[in-house]
Nanobody, 117 residues
Framework: QVHLVESGGGLVQPGGSLRLSCAAS????????MAWYRQGPGKERELVAR???????NYADSVKGRFTIARDNGENTVYLQMNSLKPEDTAVYYC???????????WGQGTQVTVSS
C-alpha cells in the first residue's frame, strides 16, 4: 500500500508561480514513475508531467517551458514547480505513483490550484 499527500496549492495571479509537493509513504520499492495530473472544471483528468525513479521526464505540451517536475528519491517526494501560470492552469492537481510492471497505481487526494486576478 502507498499513501500520497499533496500540498502547495492555492490562489495565484496570472503570471505567478506555485510549487506543489507530493510525499509518498508505504511500500515504496523498486523502479517507479511519479506524476502530476490535473482535472479542470468540466474537463477530463490529464497528465501534466511525470518522472521516473531514474530521472526521465515527460511534459504535456501545454506546460512545456513553464513547469518543471523533480523528485527526491531519498524522501520519496515529487515536486512540480509551476511558473508563468495561466487561468487555464486552474484545476485540481493530483499526484500519482506507479510501480513498474504493476497494473495498480496510487493517487493522492488532490490540491486545488486557482489562477485568477
Amino acid at each position: 500500500q502507498v499513501h500520497l499527500v499533496e500540498s502547495g496549492g492555492g490562489l495565484v495571479q496570472p503570471g505567478g508561480s506555485l510549487r506543489l509537493s507530493c510525499a509518498a509513504s508505504g511500500n515504496i520499492v523498486g523502479p517507479n514513475t511519479m506524476a502530476w495530473y490535473r482535472q479542470g472544471p468540466g474537463k477530463e483528468r490529464e497528465l501534466v508531467a511525470r518522472i521516473t525513479s531514474g530521472g526521465l521526464r515527460n511534459y504535456a505540451d501545454s506546460v512545456k517551458g513553464r513547469f518543471t517536475i523533480a523528485r527526491d528519491n531519498g524522501e520519496n517526494t515529487v515536486y512540480l514547480q509551476m511558473n508563468s501560470l495561466k487561468p487555464e492552469d486552474t484545476a485540481v492537481y493530483y499526484c500519482n505513483y506507479a510501480p513498474f510492471g504493476e497494473v495498480r497505481t496510487y493517487w493522492g487526494q488532490g490540491t486545488q490550484v486557482t489562477v485568477s486576478s
